[in-house]
């Protein structure tokens, strides 16, 4: 099993361009969620999902949007890039359930924003 | 709304002992968390606790809860350089799913 995986792994953007991230899942999670790490702020939750066709806002929303159109795939869009979007984004998924639902991550895409 | 916090830095000699200490704001948090980052890659869950224990030992690894100062321990015995990584503590709250918020993780650093 592959896990939880990424695509890209690096990308430089110029503002007002647009882009869009894959993660990708082969556990059968039903849950699914994208996070942005920013040095000294931790992990914030931009959007999540609970299930195939559902997504949520997180803590972070503005400025991105996702899709859930297969349960195995979770998308990050940006549609205008800005430089306050320069950051690593971490998607990760978890089983279903009111356990104690450990997060798997993917590896990361680190993102900059010109 | 929930809080974690932590210190950013901690130094330790091959062998010792290495404590990372935690404190979070949310008395209903259903489970606590310690996550591992090493450099480059995603977190990797280490060790969780649920709410209700005091205490777990998993190998070199003790977590320890104390749920009304709400404080939380990660002791990783005999560290390794190995164990070189950044350290995440996180708390849980069910809200239609687990709803974690995650601090803003500890640099530990073995040296040799």
């Known amino acids: 099993n592959a896990g939880v995986t990424q695509t890209p792994k690096f990308r430089v953007l110029k503002t007002g361009q647009s882009m869009t991230l894959l993660c990708a899942q082969d556990m059968n999670h039903e849950y699914m969620y994208w996070y942005r790490q920013d040095p000294g702020m931790g992990l914030r939750l931009i959007h999540y999902?609970?299930?195939?066709?559902?997504?949520a806002k997180g803590e972070v929303p503005d400025g991105y949007n996702v899709s859930r159109l297969k349960k195995q795939n979770f998308l990050l869009g940006l549609e205008s890039a800005a430089p306050s979007q320069t950051s690593v984004y971490f998607c990760?998924?978890?089983?279903?359930?009111?356990?104690?639902?450990?997060?798997?991550f993917g590896p990361g895409t680190r993102l900059t924003v010109l | 709304g929930e809080d974690v916090e932590q210190s950013l830095f901690l130094s330790v000699r091959e062998g010792d002992s290495s404590v990372i200490n935690c404190t979070y704001t949310d008395s209903s948090s259903t489970y606590l968390y310690w996550y591992k980052q090493e450099p480059g890659a995603g977190l990797q869950l280490l060790t969780y606790i649920f709410s209700n224990m005091d205490m777990k030992q998993d190998q070199r690894l003790t977590v320890l809860l104390n749920k009304k100062d709400k404080h939380l321990s990660l002791r990783i015995a005999d560290t390794q350089t190995g164990d070189s990584a950044i350290y995440f503590c996180?708390?849980?709250?069910?809200?239609?799913?687990?709803?974690?918020?995650f601090g803003i993780g500890t640099k530990l650093q073995v040296i040799p």
């Open positions: 999902s609970v299930g195939e066709g559902t997504t």
């Open positions: 990760a998924s978890s089983p279903q359930g009111k356990g104690a639902n450990e997060q798997f």
């Open positions: 996180a708390e849980s709250i069910w809200g239609g799913y687990q709803k974690v918020t």
